[in-house]
C-alpha cells in the first residue's frame, strides 16, 4: 500500500515538474512579444509626433521659391521667361522669325511684338546676326519707301552718320519690275535692297525688358 501510494505521488510531482519544465519558456515568449509590441507602439507614438511636428514647422516657413525660380528664368532667359523665343545679345533682345512674309508683314508682326524690325547699330550687333542668319535672308527695319534713295530706320536712327554694311554695288535699286525700297541681309550677311512684297524671315529688336540696376 505504502508503495502504491508512493507511486502515485512520485507520478503527481514528476507531472507538475515537466508541467512547469514546458510551460516556462512559453511564458518567456508571450512576454517577450508582449515587450516588443510595446516597443513597437512606443517608437510609432514617437516617429508620429516627430512628423507631425514636422509638417507644421514646414507649414510655417516662408519660401523663397518663386523669387529663386525668378533669377534662375532670368539668368537662362535674359529677355525674360515670357519672351522665351527672343535671343540676347549685348543689352537688346532679338526674334528670328520662322515664316517667311512681306516688309510691310514683318514690320507689322514686330509691332505687335512690342518691338521694331532690327536696326543694325555697329559691326558687333552686325556680326551676331549674321552668325545667326546664316545662309538665309531676313527683313531689316531699313526703307527708302518714302522717297528714292533717301534711306531711313524704322526707329527713327540718323541713317547718314550710322553704320551700314551694304553688299557690293547695293543698294541698286535693280529690279526690271518694280523698285527695290526694303533692305534685307543677304545669307552672307551683307545688306541688299529688293522689292517689299519680296517674302522672306524677318528680325525683331527691342530693349532688354528687365534691365538690370547698375553695381
Ligand atoms: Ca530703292
Ligand atoms: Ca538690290
Known amino acids: 500500500m505504502d508503495e502504491e501510494k508512493y ?4 507520478r503527481t510531482y514528476k507531472e507538475r515538474s515537466c508541467f512547469h519544465y514546458n510551460q ?3 511564458l518567456k515568449v508571450y512576454v517577450l512579444l508582449g515587450v516588443s509590441f510595446l516597443l513597437i507602439g512606443i517608437y510609432y507614438v514617437v ?5 507631425a511636428t514636422l509638417s507644421t514647422d514646414l507649414s510655417q516657413m516662408d519660401f523663397q521659391f518663386p523669387n529663386q525660380s525668378s533669377d534662375l528664368d532670368l539668368l537662362l532667359f535674359p ?3 515670357e519672351n522665351r523665343e527672343w535671343e ?3 543689352g537688346k533682345c532679338y526674334h528670328f522669325s520662322l515664316e517667311k512674309t512681306s516688309w510691310m508683314q514683318a514690320k507689322t ?10 536696326v543694325i547699330n555697329n559691326m558687333a550687333e552686325q556680326n551676331f546676326l549674321q552668325t545667326r542668319t546664316r545662309n538665309e535672308r531676313y527683313w ?3 526703307t527708302d519707301l518714302e522717297l528714292e534713295g533717301h534711306w531711313r530706320w524704322v526707329d527713327g536712327s540718323d541713317y547718314r552718320n550710322s553704320f551700314t554694311y551694304w553688299g557690293v554695288g547695293e543698294p541698286n535699286n535693280d529690279n526690271y519690275r518694280t523698285s527695290e525700297d526694303c533692305a534685307h541681309l543677304w545669307g552672307n550677311g551683307a545688306w541688299n535692297d529688293v522689292y517689299c512684297t519680296y517674302l522672306c524671315f ?5 530693349p532688354l525688358p528687365h534691365p538690370r540696376p547698375a553695381n
Open 202 to 206: 524677318y528680325i525683331c529688336e527691342k
Open 7 to 10: 507511486q502515485d505521488d512520485f
Open 88 to 90: 540676347y545679345f549685348n
Open 109 to 118: 508682326q514686330c509691332q505687335g511684338r512690342h518691338s521694331h524690325l532690327v
Open 79 to 81: 529677355c525674360g521667361p
Open 47 to 51: 516617429v508620429l509626433s516627430q512628423v
Open 24 to 26: 516556462r519558456p512559453i
Open 140 to 142: 531689316m527695319g531699313l
